[in-house]
């Protein structure tokens, strides 16, 4: 197949946003609109990719930084056909070039890669869809033999032709020179006094040159984003098709309606998500793993047989097999828990190691702490890791048995088999296999007596 550049037009200003995001910057699936256009782009193995921006141009730019893309400024938005103009200089004439637009970002692969390969047979290719309600799209005109003739814009169409329900996705596909050719003779001569890329359908036709189509499955892959509603909508189609993936991999889904899934989430066998789930960044999910509703994991690889219960933050980390977490469990990044490991409710972990068969059942803070194996943490037990201007480091060793409300004032060891006696303040190493305590004596006031509410003079 002939090589390919591809187009994005991404310089229009999104004023039904009302936002001062630019347009292509609002997320979709936790990424901008336009990273998920680009992405598209990429799956084709485009040799080059160049984005058209102009509202709000170094703000997109610097979203993209570092990655190679080639960007056109077109300082004012005079049409597509213009923004495709001012792109052309410098494609290779026998290039196919695939404009897509930064605000869809829903088209399949697959139906792109058709498109081009009409292309690269010589002719301009068009991506269309049939709309129920075809309103503000322009619509394609067809001839004898069904050969499309033109596209003709809302504004400008006639009564009748408002009535076609084959509409323009502005997503084309055409070899380079000609396109090159083409939009150096538009003309604003309309209703919107634009330059508009569609008019290379009437150019193409008086130059002879064949104008084919592709019709997108669905209109859910042609979808624009203009405003807060339609991202709403391309938001539910991607989790839809997110959830048949899950689902046709064999992960159970309580209701695949409510999964969010911002990034990329792999699955083993038998893993079983409850409702209102989110993901984010990378997680990876062991076999059998079992999530329970509302909990958010965010960038984690969680070990086979592990149960996340209801209600978890996991922000990141390294999880073993068979542990338990939650419900109302909090791991901050940088923690690993081994094998076997337990957090309970309202437990936060931060930059940790716990070791395998460990237990923070309840109510715990452990930072910047290394347990060993076998460890109990007894509920309401807090690493004091913090001095104010430098973390320390706690460490306890294997089959430690930390009591009850103790403080272990970092940088502070905790031997292995040691017994801490609750309610301690630990700021000393406390010595393997023995029971340490700092607890004041218990003493009892005799006669003494609550203080009684005085008689109101
Ligand atoms: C365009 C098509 C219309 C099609 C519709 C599909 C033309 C003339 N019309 O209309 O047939 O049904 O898309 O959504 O092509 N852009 C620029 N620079 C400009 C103008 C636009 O980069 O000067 C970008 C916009 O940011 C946007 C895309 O091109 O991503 C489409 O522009 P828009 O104004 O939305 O096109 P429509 O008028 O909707
Ligand atoms: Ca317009």
Redesign the pocket.
């Known amino acids: 197949m002939a090589n390919l550049t591809v187009v994005v ?6 004023k039904r946003m009302r936002s001062d995001l630019p ?2 910057l609002h997320p979709l699936a936790g990424r901008s609109l336009l990273a998920h256009v680009l992405d598209s782009a990429r799956a084709l193995r485009a040799r080059e990719i160049r984005v ?3 509202h709000g141009g170094e703000q997109v730019k610097q979203a993209f930084a570092g990655q190679p893309i080639t960007w056109i400024h ?1 300082a ?8 495709v103009r001012q792109a052309m200089p410098g494609i290779r004439p026998r290039d196919v070039v695939l404009v897509l ?4 970002p829903l088209t399949l692969p697959e139906t792109l890669r058709k498109l081009v390969a009409r292309a690269a047979r010589g002719q301009l290719a068009i991506l269309t869809a049939r709309m129920p309600v075809p309103t ?4 394609i005109i067809r001839g004898t033999r069904g050969k499309i003739t033109a ?1 003709v ?2 504004k400008d169409a006639t009564p009748a032709q408002r009535e076609i329900d084959e ?4 997503l084309i596909a055409c070899p380079a020179a000609l396109l090159a050719g083409w939009t150096r003779r538009l003309r604003a001569n309309n209703a ?1 006094k ?6 290379c359908v009437s150019l193409a036709v008086k130059d002879g040159v064949p104008v084919v189509s592709v019709t997108a499955a669905s209109p859910d892959e ?1 979808l ?1 984003i ?1 405003d807060k509603a339609q991202l709403a909508e391309a938001e539910a189609i991607r989790r839809r098709r997110i959830s048949a993936e899950l689902m046709v991999a064999g992960v159970t889904l309580a209701d695949p309606e409510r999964l969010d899934v911002r990034g990329t989430l792999k699955c083993g066998r038998d893993v079983a998500i409850d409702a209102n789930v989110i993901f984010e960044g990378n997680v990876v999910l062991g076999d059998g793993v079992r999530i329970g509703p509302f909990t958010l994991v965010r960038d984690a690889t969680v070990g086979p047989g592990t149960v996340i219960h209801s209600h978890c933050v996991i922000e990141q980390g390294r999880i073993g097999a068979g542990c338990d977490i939650g419900p109302y469990a909090r791991v901050r990044p940088e923690v690993e828990l081994a094998d076997g490991a337990k957090i309970g409710n309202f437990v936060e972990i931060k930059k940790s190691v716990i070791g395998a068969g460990s237990k923070v059942n309840h109510l715990s803070y452990i930072g910047d702490a290394v347990i060993g194996s076998k460890v109990n943490v007894g509920a309401g037990t807090i690493t004091c890791n913090y001095d104010g201007a430098n973390k320390h480091r706690t460490r306890i060793g294997d089959g430690a048995f930390i009591g009850s409300g103790v403080e272990l004032v970092a940088p502070v060891e905790i031997g292995a088999g040691a017994t801490i006696g609750a309610g301690s303040t630990i700021t000393k190493p406390a010595p393997a296999n023995q029971l340490t305590l700092e607890r004041a004596r218990q003493t009892t006031i005799p006669n003494w007596k609550r203080p009684a509410k005085k008689a109101r003079s």
């Not at 037009?9 to 999104?14: P, V």
């Not at 004012?76 to 923004?83: F, I, L, M, P, S």
Request: proline content about 0%; cysteine-free.
């Open positions: 037009l991404a310089a229009g200003q999104g347009k292509v058209v921006h102009g077109q004012e938005q005079r049409g597509t056909g213009h923004a637009y930064g605000d869809v503000g799209y322009g619509r596209i814009e809302e509409i323009n996705t502005g919107q634009e330059f508009y890329l569609t008019d042609v624009g203009n």
